[in-house]
């Protein structure tokens, strides 16, 4: 909100019309939505880890809207909220997050009306080498400034 009044009063105080009410909204969502995806990166990479806590789990699902979905075809098709939670505990529980993740590599975002399109890939530990995942493609949708949906085309 602070950097839409910032851009209103430097536009209104030069007296151009060439930005209009909509488009500083649209800078405004398109900054969010960007920051929404940079967090959802940042704690998915502390969860990966194999000292990661539910709490860091938990933290992930706080960026979800409630009717939240993802959708990932190769694996299974569409997944609730309450699956894909119960999926990154039972994941937790097993040792599924050692650590073998050491980054997550997001190379291309393209931003929509409420939705970016990201390639990415997964930077891996690999018997003492960091080796490059291949590339990967998602699409998120937000609602109110919270991830609504994902689907990965991977």
């Not at 995806?37 to 806590?53: G, H, M, P, R, W």
């Not at 018997?127 to 994902?150: N, Y």
Request: glycine share 8%; net charge negative.
């Amino acid at each position: 909100m602070k950097l839409k009044n910032i851009l209103f009063i430097i536009f209104w105080c030069f007296g151009t019309h060439l930005i209009t009410a909509q488009q500083v909204e649209t800078i405004v969502q398109s900054d969010t939505i960007l920051n929404v995806l940079d967090e959802y990166y940042k704690l998915n990479l502390k969860v990966f880890q194999a000292d990661s806590t539910p709490e860091d789990v938990d933290n992930i699902f706080e960026l979800f809207t409630d009717d939240f979905t993802y959708v990932h075809h190769h694996y299974g098709g569409v997944y609730t909220r309450e699956d894909l939670y119960n999926g990154y505990m039972r994941n937790q529980k097993n040792g599924g997050y050692d650590g073998s993740v050491v980054d997550i590599q997001v190379e291309n975002k393209i931003v929509g009306l409420n939705a970016i399109a990201v390639s990415k890939r997964f930077i891996k530990k690999d018997e003492g080498k960091i080796v490059e995942g291949e590339a990967q493609m998602a699409l998120f949708e937000f609602k109110d400034g919270k991830i609504s949906r994902i689907y990965e085309y991977w």
